[in-house]
Every structure is written in C-alpha cells, then in structure tokens.
C-alpha cells in the first residue's frame, strides 16, 4: 500500500471531511451567541423572498345608508430573488508533511493525515466563523451584505425598496446636557422601533457600541444619577465586565429600555469607536441565514450544510489537495428597522 492509497479510504471521502468541520468549535461570535440569526438550509442555489407592501391605515368616514361607500387599497406584492454566495478556500497536503518510518501497510500514515487535516480544517473554519460574523454584523450596521473587499454583494434597502432611517445623535459629549435628554432620546428611538415595527413581537431592543460611545454613556451624568444609590450601582462598576461572561463583548448595561453592549471586535471586524447600532430581538424572521449545497456531485439536491470539505490527489503523486467552502446567504427582512446612532 502506498502512502497515498489512503486516501481513497472512506475516512477522506466529502462526508467525513465536512463531519470533520462540524465536529470543530468554531471561533465565538457575539452575533451568533444572541441567536439572532435563524438558520435553514436549502436544496437550492436561491431563495425566492415575497413581501407584501405596507397597506395605509383607513379611517373609514360616514357614508350615506344605501349608497356607495369606501374601498380599500389592494395590497401590492413584491418578490426579490436572491442568489447564496459560494466562500471557498483551498489548501494542500504534500506527501512529505505526512513522510515517517513505519511499517509497510500500518495505519501510522492514516492517523498522521488525519491529524493534518483536523489541523487545516480547524483552521478554515475560523476563517468561515469570522466570515459569518464579518457579514452578519455589517448587515446590522449598514443593512448590506459586503463581501470582504468591502464591495456591496446585496443592498437589502434597495432589494425591498425600504429606506435606512436617520442616524440619530445621542449628543454624548455635551458637558452640560439639559436634564432627562439622553432618556427621551431612548425614548424616541423605542417609539420609532415600535412604528416601524407595527404589530410584529419583539422581545427587547439592543444595540452594538464603539468604545468611545459606550465610555461616554456610561460616563454620562443622566446614567450615573439613575443608577447611584440603587443596589443596580454595580452596573457601572461591572459594565466593563464581558455580558454574561461572553468573550465578545467588553461589558453591556441596561438604560431607558435599550440594552447597550461595548461589542468587541478585531480582523477588520468591529463598530466604529463613535458609532452604535441599534436594532430588535425577538422578531420572528427579521435576520435569516440560509446554506445552500456544496458544488459537488454528492451534494446535488441535498439539503445544504454550514460547511464542506473535500479532498483529492494531485495528479503527480505529490500530495493531495484540500477544500473547504460554505454556501450561505445573510439577509434582513426588514432592513428599515436598523437604526444607526452616533456619540455627537
């Protein structure tokens, strides 16, 4: 048996190298720890999106017995269809990276390579869980879908003829802010949420902060006079603290009904140090993502997966090539509700 005969083994067949992906713990992501995101997988290289547009309100006005009365506007119908996007990356495993003395036929071989390929595949999936993140957060501050040059894959406003609403100034560094202003701003922006939502359920508001922003307003007097003399005090000593013990957050606090979070970025993944997000939990679809199949004979019509990899052998003999590739689409329904604010 040649070194690599092994690789025709089932061990190394598309299966058991994307179970091999899954069976990695993925690089944590604040976005994917909130859950946000509702997942499905498709058999498909799209997805059909159908959206009603927004009926106006009507006060209906008296109407003579007998006689004509209003109508209703019809309800328009929009459909969008949207194409997943294909992530690959490609590595390769050279024959010498596997090369030891051992016995002719033993199985030494096999358990070396599949230590390479845990290694490799270890270290792909870090780069797909930095990818999602990459793409789910830029949709929460911009309402887009870029690709990691930065250039727009979708433009969700655009895609449901939505409009991104104004950014809204919190005016964190005013040293003499009128009394109860930072609360009617919070104020302002449920309210906002609340129409923009209609009658759709939301569990809460939050929303993601640069530094600068979230040391202003926890610094801020209206936040420290609510929580002074109150056993919450311990927020502002502990809002530096990760939220909830998670690695991906510098601290969060609650204030006037919006959770703000101090999200910790880094890898060109991050919110600007004078920006926050802000947006709702809880809506039922607002944030989807959908995986569709590997772009493989085996994967035709089947449901898609998170990730795949797959091996072959070089044609020289030398090694064997490796991929690894997710198939997956990061949308919002309703872009309208990501509300942008700034420090000043």
């Known amino acids: 048996m ?21 069976e990695i713990k993925y690089t944590p992501s604040r976005i994917g720890q909130l859950g946000l995101f509702q997942t ?13 547009k927004a ?15 209003q109508t209703f506007g019809k309800n328009g119908r ?14 390769a495993i050279f024959a010498d990276e596997v090369q030891q003395v051992r016995a002719f036929g033993s199985e030494v071989a096999v358990e070396r390579l599949q230590q390479k390929i845990a290694d490799r ?15 789910r957060l830029n949709i929460i501050k911009s309402g887009k879908l870029l690709d990691a040059d930065g250039s727009t894959l979708f433009d969700y406003y655009s895609e449901f003829g939505e ?9 964190l560094d005013n040293a003499n802010p009128a009394d109860g202003a930072l609360r009617k701003k919070c104020a302002a922006v449920i309210r906002q949420m609340a129409g ?21 307003l926890i610094s801020h007097p209206e936040v420290r ?13 502990t809002a530096y603290v990760g939220a909830n013990g998670q690695q991906n957050s510098f601290g969060a606090f609650e204030f006037g009904g919006i959770t703000f979070e101090n999200y910790r970025g880094g890898a060109n993944v991050g919110v600007a140090t004078d920006k926050c997000h802000i947006f709702p939990l809880g809506v039922p679809g607002l944030f989807r993502t959908v995986y569709a199949p590997a772009d493989y004979i085996e994967t035709v019509n089947t449901q898609g997966q998170r990730l795949y990899g797959k091996q072959w052998e070089m044609p020289n003999g030398k090694g064997v090539n490796l991929e690894f590739q997710m198939n997956a689409l990061q949308y919002c329904t309703r872009p309208r509700v990501l509300i942008p604010g700034k420090r000043t």
């Not at 499905?40 to 009603?52: F, M, R, V, W």
């Not at 929009?78 to 590595?91: A, K, N």
């Not at 923009?196 to 202003?216: E, K, Q, S, V, W």
């Open 78 to 91: 929009s459909m969008r269809t949207l194409r997943v996007p294909h992530f690959q990356v490609d590595d």
């Open 163 to 171: 409009s991104a609403p104004a950014e809204i100034d919190f005016d």
């Open 2 to 22: 040649s070194i690599l005969n092994i690789f025709s083994q089932d061990a190394f067949g598309v299966m058991r190298l994307t179970d091999a992906l899954r």
């Open 40 to 52: 499905t997988s498709i058999d498909t290289l799209d997805i059909a999106i159908e959206k009603d």
């Open 225 to 237: 006079e609510t929580y002074k003399g109150y056993a919450e005090a311990s927020t502002l000593r």
């Open 196 to 216: 923009i939502l209609d009658g759709l359920p939301y569990t809460g508001i939050h929303a993601f902060c640069g530094d600068a922003f979230f040391d202003d």
């Open 55 to 69: 009926q106006n309100q009507l006060i209906i006005g008296a109407s003579p017995r007998g006689g004509v009365g």
């Open 121 to 135: 595949a270890a270290e792909a999936s870090q780069f797909f869980g930095l990818t999602e993140e990459y793409h």
